[in-house]
């Protein structure tokens, strides 16, 4: 059967009857969602036909001939309130898909097909709630049975929805504590939103606790059980140095894609591998599961650590369909892309409509829900600004929960403050650096509709679930093929992660992706968009195989390049974790997953290299150096002796602007950030800038009153990045907005990523050698949590934000609602009822507390 059914679908595809049909119906859809004009004229023989060869696709066992014929369906649809049959034939694509959230109405369908949808809807129904699609039910059963697990699809498959249903077997069948790894701190808050939202009555039913932070809720537990941990690669490391040994039963990584990286100066995949190492050291039992977008290799993972690869699953089918548009407004062409197919669109709307705005503004005016992907932060904010004057003379209805918004970011952040201005017309930007107060509000309104175009950065993007009706792509460097095939993996993938959020599963049946293209910035290599998988090589594997990265590793542990700061970073990483490597695995040094690849290929004497270039370090403990690995050995020696000497005098003082100043001078020095860190620190002279600005922060400022203290104090200011300061004036909108826009970076990348890893490598030295109840206060939690204030800092440990939390910490009225353990300010119980009758209901952290308190 299965080779008849292979000869009808080659058939079937090779056929150029079908072919015309395809870009007639394509032609068709396109006029209709680039012109807005009805140009179907499809006869009904070939309408005949059409459904002809959407049923035998449907009823194909492979995989890309169900995705066809679903396709065909999404083009058709917007013209099928003619057609009775279509019903029909779209509720038999919909069962053979098992996309029974679509509800459709199968009647029609002959009695063995509505039988098998009966069949199929209870045994993929879960909890009584939710429904699998079939290549859903697929994973999920494959999952539950395997030992460990590795799983790629299209980023509109339902992959966190999946592993959220895993977890939910988890908690009612077990005490285990669950680790859920991610990429970014974005990504923690909408993952522990989901869950508090989805699971909140499981989760207070069966005891477990959701920790988002490298530190325990409760560190007075005898034995940690029950507690799910929604980390970083950064965060769980921490988790794994403090004292309190915390036994994992269940680790889920979440974009594994992470895990490669082609690029030297982002450590970031060696720092995931790293964490997962870790953990697998001090759980060998522990169960793992990777999940990863639609990469040909999902067993890629498993190998690196050494599992078996065939408990590997790769799905391509997925709920809804995509149309990709290439748009050139150079040329004044559009293309449309689907398969191995390139189609030529006929359109005259690129004459009148010039520029990239114009176009985004004619196709997304019609719909809502228009997703606009920006290279950075203020490319987002200027493309933001640029469609809130094409809107400023219209009149838009705004929404109670739009007005609310509005209000509660104005006093969040400022009156001023652009994304306030630009919701009043439907339009927002989202980036990395906005508190996650305020990005939780933006990702709400969007998925409720309340806004229509949404400029984004690829932190939204990439990773926050959050799909659109329609994307609009604009050529970057980040998602466009180059003259490097290396690094094309990882492009095409960064591209599909992207465009894959376009449909709304249960929404409509198809999103539509535009490619933005003018004279300068162009996609000369049109393959990424016709090739929607790619095969992946992990960031170790890529150096390992290469004779160039072999090279490097063998200078650097050899020692023979005199600049020590100015080497590959991935390469200098790696080679510490060979190092660090031989002393862990010291009995057997094929225990380790790195350097058994060593073995494999012959090079044992890089293994000797390794040792020797561990003896710089054999007397720092190893807890340090192997959370610190991407920190450079002859560094970590120079800290670790000086603070060796008479370390009591070593302890870091008390928390005031003078101190943090002082402390911040000894660093720069100690860890040689003039060399090695200029992409955060560019001078000694502005350390007292970010001394103030830390000041503020440990010390509970809102951020409004951060913002209007800079403000006031301010005297110049470069707008552009290479340009000479201008005299700062406060009542220039733009000049305040570039106030607000760096306080907000410097808080999340310099106080709460960059100073917070050194005050953390300083304190684990000095806990090292004075225990940790005589270490001092470690800064780093400080800056993690915006607060030095304990009863702060155990509250944002339940999930709300620093903001929310530093209201209800500082109201003594507030805090009678709390009961807290009086020496540890361990939080034991909350009237929630209470703190929500105190809190004004339009107010963020009425908002926080009702959802995660």
């Not at 009612?172 to 989805?198: C, D, G, H, M, W």
Request: aromatic content about 12%.
């Amino acid at each position: 059967m299965k080779k008849i059914d292979s000869f009808i679908i080659e058939k079937i595809f090779n056929s150029a009857y079908f072919k015309k049909l395809y870009k007639k119906i394509i032609k068709a859809y396109s006029a209709l969602t680039i012109e807005s004009e009805n140009h179907f004229n499809i006869s009904n023989t070939e309408l005949r036909d059409i459904f002809r060869f959407i049923d035998l696709l449907a009823n194909s066992s492979n995989q890309n001939a169900r995705m066809c014929a679903y396709h065909w369906i999404s083009l058709l649809e917007p013209f099928s309130d003619k057609w009775g049959k279509f019903s029909l034939i779209s509720s038999l694509v919909y069962s053979k898909l098992g996309l029974y959230a679509l509800d459709f109405n199968d009647h029609a369908l002959p009695f063995s097909q509505r039988l098998e949808n009966e069949a199929k809807k209870s045994a993929q129904t879960f909890s009584n709630t939710y429904i699998f699609t079939d290549a859903q039910f697929d994973i999920y059963t494959d999952m539950l049975k395997s030992p460990y697990y590795s799983f790629s699809g299209p980023t509109s498959l339902g992959k966190s929805f999946i592993l959220k249903r895993y977890i939910e077997e988890i908690i009612q069948n077990s005490t285990s504590n669950i680790v859920i790894l991610v990429p970014t701190r974005a990504l923690i808050s909408q993952f522990s939103l989901e869950i508090k939202n989805e699971l909140h009555e499981l989760i207070e039913n069966f005891n477990y606790k959701i920790v988002t932070h490298g530190s325990l809720a409760s560190k007075s537990d005898a034995v940690i059980i029950k507690h799910i941990f929604i980390l970083t690669p950064e965060r769980l490391l921490n988790l794994f140095s403090q004292g309190k040994v915390v036994s994992i039963d269940y680790l889920f990584v979440d974009e594994a894609h992470k895990l490669s990286n082609n690029d030297d100066s982002d450590v970031r995949s060696l720092t995931e591998y790293n964490a997962i190492d870790s953990a697998l050291f001090n759980n060998p039992n522990m169960k793992i599961v990777f999940s990863s977008p639609n990469i040909e290799n999902p067993e890629v993972f498993l190998n690196l650590f050494g599992r078996e690869k065939i408990y590997a699953s790769r799905i391509i089918e997925s709920p809804v369909s995509q149309n990709l548009y290439l748009i050139d407004f150079h040329k004044k062409e559009i293309k449309y892309f689907s398969n191995s197919e390139c189609i030529d669109i006929e359109s005259g709307s690129l004459y009148t409509l010039n520029k990239k705005s114009d176009f985004i503004y004619n196709i997304g005016s019609r719909h809502g829900s228009n997703m606009i992907y920006c290279s950075s932060r203020a490319k987002a904010v200027d493309s933001a600004l640029e469609f809130y004057q094409i809107r400023l003379s219209e009149n838009i209805v705004l929404s109670p929960l739009l007005i609310d918004s509005i209000k509660k970011i104005s006093n969040y952040i400022h009156p001023e403050y652009y994304l306030a201005m630009f919701l009043m017309k439907r339009i927002a930007y989202h980036h990395g650096q906005l508190p996650q107060a305020i990005r939780n509000i933006v990702e709400e309104l969007f998925r409720k509709g309340d806004i229509d175009f949404i400029f984004c950065t690829p932190t939204l993007v990439e990773g926050v679930n959050m799909p659109t009706r329609n994307i609009f792509i604009n050529c970057d460097d980040k998602i466009r093929l180059i003259a490097d095939a290396k690094k094309n993996p990882n492009k095409t993938l960064a591209f599909w992660n992207l465009a894959g959020r376009a449909g709304r599963y249960c929404k409509e049946l198809s999103g539509n992706i535009f490619c933005l293209q003018d004279e300068s910035n162009r996609w000369d290599n049109t393959d990424i968009f016709l090739e929607k998988t790619a095969h992946l090589t992990t960031t170790i594997d890529a150096r390992i195989e290469s004779k160039s990265g072999l090279r490097e590793i063998e200078r650097y542990l050899s020692d023979t390049e005199t600049d020590i700061y100015k080497r590959n970073q991935a390469i200098e990483y790696l080679a510490n974790i060979m190092a660090v490597d031989t002393i862990r695995f010291k009995n057997n040094l094929k225990d380790s997953f790195v350097l058994r690849k060593f073995y494999d290929i012959h090079r044992e004497e890089l293994l000797s290299l390794a040792k020797l270039k561990a003896n710089d370090i054999l007397d720092i403990p190893i807890d340090i150096i192997n959370s610190y690995k991407s920190l450079n050995f002859k560094i970590q020696r120079k800290v670790f002796d000086y603070v060796s000497v008479s370390p009591v005098n070593k302890k870091l003082p008390s928390l005031d602007y003078a101190n943090i100043l002082s402390v911040l001078e000894l660093f720069y020095d100690l860890y040689r950030w003039g060399e090695t860190e200029t992409k955060y620190v560019k001078s000694k002279g502005q350390l007292t800038y970010f001394a103030t600005l830390m000041n503020q922060w440990t010390n509970d400022y809102s951020i409004n009153r951060i913002i209007n203290e800079n403000i006031d104090i301010k005297r110049t200011i470069v707008i552009e990045r290479g340009q000479q300061p201008i005299p700062f004036d406060k009542n220039d909108i733009n000049h305040v907005n570039k106030v607000i826009d760096d306080i907000l970076y410097n808080i999340e990348r310099i106080l709460s990523f960059f100073f917070e890893k050194y005050f953390n490598h300083y304190y684990k030295c000095l806990a090292a050698i004075l225990g940790e109840d005589n270490a001092g206060h470690n800064w780093a939690t400080f800056l993690e949590y915006g607060s030095k204030n304990p009863l702060c800092i155990s509250l944002q440990t339940l999930g709300i934000s620093r903001h929310a939390a530093n209201i209800i910490a500082s109201s003594k009225e507030l805090r009678k609602y709390l009961k807290f353990n009086e020496d540890s300010y361990e939080i034991i119980s909350v009237n929630k009822q209470g703190l929500l009758n105190s809190l004004q209901k339009d107010s963020v952290e009425y908002g926080e507390v009702k959802i995660f308190l």
